[in-house]
T-cell receptor, first 115, second 113 residues
Framework: EAGVAQSPRYKIIEKRQSVAFWCNPI?????LYWYQQILGQGPKLLIQFQNNGVVDDSQLPKDRFSAERLKGVDSTLKIQPAKLEDSAVYLC?????????????FGPGTRLLVL | AQSVAQPEDQVNVAEGNPLTVKCTYSVSGNPYLFWYVQYPNRGLQFLLK??????LVKGSYGFEAEFNKSQTSFHLKKPSALVSDSALYFC???????????FGDGTTLTVKP
């Protein structure tokens, strides 16, 4: 079974530029998560999708971050414009359903550096 | 609001010795508790979880964790550490009330030969 795929793996941009990350979850997984992991901290949930609907985006900075999940499969997370404090690893994860006791399966992450 | 505390940033053990990585949590209602491991430049990998039932949970690579409701703890343990266990370990909690998972800040485990 293929795992969660993410691209790019690394990205370096200057502040005020825009950037987009892509995620392809495990086939058949209904729930998709985007996390931000700042160095020295645990992952923080940015947004959770159930199929193509948003379940939780309470911690997403909506003035600069946006995300979509087209047709309930792939997802894109965008930052526009980027700030220095957005430097982090962006993790995508998926799980089979919506139950909160389900295991999440993580991709390798995208490491973003904002200069 | 739910929260997770991993009181030790770093745990060092000798190979062959038992290891413990500590986790305490705060949540309203019954918790779902998870341990994940992260190797350098990799995403998080699932180790084990507690949902309900037996307080001692066994997981991958010989790891186990004990759910203690009175102490609100879910410590990760292994009887005999391997050098290859060296990694960053995250504890997480969720439940039906709060929904999303909350992760601790991680504990770096170093196992020395």
């Amino acid at each position: 079974e293929a795992g969660v795929a993410q691209s790019p793996r690394y990205k370096i941009i200057e502040k005020r530029q825009s950037v987009a990350f892509w995620c392809n979850p495990i086939s058949g997984h209904a729930t998709l998560y985007w996390y931000q992991q700042i160095l020295g901290q645990g992952p923080k949930l940015l947004i959770q999708f159930q199929n193509n609907g948003v379940v939780d985006d309470s911690q997403l900075p909506k003035d600069r971050f946006s995300a979509e999940r087209l047709k309930g499969v792939d997802s894109t997370l965008k930052i526009q414009p980027a700030k220095l404090e957005d430097s982090a690893v962006y993790l995508c994860a998926s799980s089979p359903g919506q139950q909160y006791q389900e295991t999440q399966y993580f991709g390798p992450g995208t490491r973003l550096l904002v200069l | 609001a739910q929260s997770v505390a991993q009181p030790e940033d770093q745990v060092n053990v000798a190979e062959g010795n038992p290891l413990t990585v500590k986790c305490t949590y705060s949540v309203s209602g019954n918790p779902y508790l998870f341990w994940y491991v992260q190797y350098p430049n990799r995403g998080l990998q699932f180790l084990l979880k507690y949902i309900t039932g037996d307080n001692l949970v066994k997981g991958s690579y010989g790891f186990e964790a004990e759910f203690n409701k009175s102490q609100t703890s879910f410590h990760l343990k292994k009887p005999s550490a391997l050098v290859s266990d060296s990694a960053l370990y995250f504890c997480a909690v969720s439940n039906t009330n709060a929904g999303k998972s909350t992760f601790g800040d991680g504990t770096t485990l170093t196992v020395k030969p």
